[in-house]
């Protein structure tokens, strides 16, 4: 079993940048996938980015380029630097986690974190 929790939310400007952080604790860190996930107001829970244990990695289509999903398994973390903020982009945005290789589907990641909040002002 794997806890997640995430930092680096916050509130900034169109065109700034920011870098979440989601630290993992539990055993066998480098055997998870850690998916990004981010969910609006009103709106369905959708995928951002993913990375597999091999770090391989996968971001959705209207995101790449300006997101990237990184991680460090000596320091049990994955990180999303984020680029060229738009309004659009704010949400809460949440990590998760499932066992070696990953996807863009929310319900086969059994492990969550609690999100962080990212708010874009136009």
């Known amino acids: 079993q794997v806890q997640l929790v995430e930092s680096g939310g916050g509130l900034v400007q169109a065109g700034a940048s920011l870098r979440l952080s989601c630290a993992a604790s539990?055993?066998?860190?480098?055997?998870?996938?850690l998916g990004w996930f981010r969910q609006a107001p009103g709106k369905e829970r959708e995928f951002v980015a993913a990375i597999s244990s091999s770090a391989l990695s996968t971001h959705a289509d209207s995101m790449k380029g300006r997101f990237t999903i990184s991680r460090d398994n000596a320091k049990n973390t994955v990180y999303l630097q984020m680029n060229y903020l738009k309004p659009e982009d704010t949400a809460v945005y949440y990590c998760?986690?499932?066992?070696?290789?990953?996807?863009?589907?929310?319900?086969?990641?059994?492990?969550w974190g609690q999100g962080t909040q990212v708010t874009v002002s136009s």
């Open positions: 998760a986690a499932r066992m070696y290789t990953y996807s863009s589907d929310k319900n086969l990641y059994p492990y």
């Open positions: 539990g055993r066998s860190f480098s055997s998870y996938a």
